[in-house]
Each structure stands twice: as structure tokens, then as C-alpha cells.
């Protein structure tokens, strides 16, 4: 069985700041990796995902996060966050093959203040 | 931007009562979900559905929870006798299921039992 552990609950941090948001994953086969972002009273949006190749995969609204596979990994960064990044953001992963089971972390809760 | 919809945005019943979530997914999806997010936890996968039947249900989708799909655009979730700790907010989403793990998510059903 797979879990997901994102290690921060919440992440308070300035305009133009670079930004880490930690995900950890275990799972005993190969996984497909994913972050989610969810705005204020909306759904559920994917921001990126990993399925192979290059272990640096980019997103929407410039974030881009690192699978690292030794570390069982998936942090997501950004370089300078803006006030709209403020959300709730939510790592996940799902088995090869079992593309639309998603096993979600408890997601961190982005705050970008002025 | 085709869209996930879901109703109604908020609902409160008493415990014992049936209650029924509406989705309607995007029109050339073929793949079709509810997931659940109980408050301060994480959200959680209860099933999936294609081709007319549930292809995974979790622990959680016990007898109490069914699904229909009752015409070519809505997917609904009964709850046959709610219970307190059914109150969660209820998330539909659905894919093409090419694009793995690439769900569309609805903006979620609040339901408060008391």
C-alpha cells in the first residue's frame, strides 16, 4: 500500500520568497507522483505530475518540483511566490496502472503574506 | 473551460437520512470518481466507476454508499442512512483516463450530519 507524508501543515512565507513545500511517499511498487492545488471555495487543480523521464518536471504558474527516487520524494518549489499562490497544496500519488486512485497527503497550507 | 459541477454546495440532514450528491463530470470523460475529505484530514479515495460499474471502491464504500450514473451526464452518490461521521466535504472528479492521475475535480459537497 502506498502513503503520502507532507511534513508541513502550514507554510507561512513573504511576497517574492522562494518557497519548499515537502512531500514523502512510500510504496512498495512504482508510483506516479502528483500535486494538487486547491484555491479558496474552489476544487482541486492539478499543478504537476510525474510519470517518467526527467526527474525535474515543470508546472502551471511556475512551480516545478523534484522526484527523487532515493529519497522517496516529491518537493514542490517555487523561486517567488506571489499573493495568489496563497491555497492549500496537496501531494499524491497513484500505482502504475492505477491511474485515477489517488492516495492523497494531508496537504500544507501555503500562506504568502505582503 | 469545461468544468466538473457539483451539487448542492452545502448540505445539512439528520443522521438516518438518505442523502444524494450531484455531479456532472466533463461531458467526454469516461472515467468517473468520489473522494471524500473529512475536516483536518486527508482527502480519500472511496471509488471509481466506468463503463457503468465500479471498477475499486475502498473500506470506507461500504453498503451505506452507491453510485449511479443515471443518464448520459450526471454521476451520483447516495448515502442511504447517514451518520455523524459521514460529515466531510465530498469531491467528484473525472478523467479521460489517458492522461494518468490527471483527474478534473468538482468543487466538493459540503455535508453536515447532525
Known amino acids: 500500500a502506498q502513503s503520502v507524508t507532507q511534513l508541513d501543515s502550514q507554510v507561512p512565507v513573504f511576497e517574492e520568497a522562494p518557497v519548499e513545500l515537502r512531500c514523502n511517499y512510500s510504496s512498495s511498487v512504482s508510483v506516479y507522483l502528483f500535486w494538487y492545488v486547491q484555491y479558496p471555495n474552489q476544487g482541486l487543480q492539478l499543478l504537476l505530475k510525474?510519470?517518467?523521464?526527467?526527474?525535474l518536471v515543470k508546472g502551471i504558474n511556475g512551480f516545478e518540483a523534484e522526484f527523487n527516487k532515493s529519497q522517496t520524494s516529491f518537493h514542490l518549489r517555487k523561486p517567488s511566490v506571489h499573493i495568489s499562490d496563497t491555497a492549500e497544496y496537496f501531494c499524491?500519488?497513484?500505482?502504475?496502472?492505477?491511474?485515477?486512485?489517488?492516495?492523497f497527503g494531508q496537504g500544507t497550507e501555503l500562506s504568502v503574506k505582503p | 473551460e469545461p468544468e466538473v459541477t457539483q451539487t448542492p454546495s452545502h448540505q445539512v440532514t439528520q443522521m438516518g437520512q438518505e442523502v444524494i450528491l450531484h455531479c456532472v463530470p466533463i461531458s467526454n470523460h469516461l472515467y468517473f470518481y468520489w473522494y471524500r475529505q473529512i475536516l483536518g484530514q486527508k482527502v480519500e479515495f472511496l471509488v471509481s466507476f466506468y463503463n457503468n460499474e465500479i471498477s475499486e471502491k475502498s473500506e470506507i464504500f461500504d453498503d451505506q454508499f452507491s453510485v449511479e450514473r443515471p443518464d448520459g451526464s450526471n454521476f451520483t452518490l447516495k448515502i442511504r442512512s447517514t451518520k455523524l461521521e459521514d460529515s466531510a466535504m465530498y469531491f467528484c472528479?473525472?478523467?479521460?483516463?489517458?492522461?494518468?492521475?490527471?483527474?478534473?475535480f468538482g468543487e466538493g459537497s459540503r455535508l453536515t450530519v447532525l
Open positions: 472528479a473525472s478523467s479521460t483516463g489517458t492522461n494518468y492521475g490527471e483527474l478534473f
Open positions: 499524491a500519488v497513484s500505482e502504475r496502472n492505477q491511474g485515477g486512485k489517488l492516495i
Open positions: 510525474y510519470l517518467s523521464g526527467s526527474t
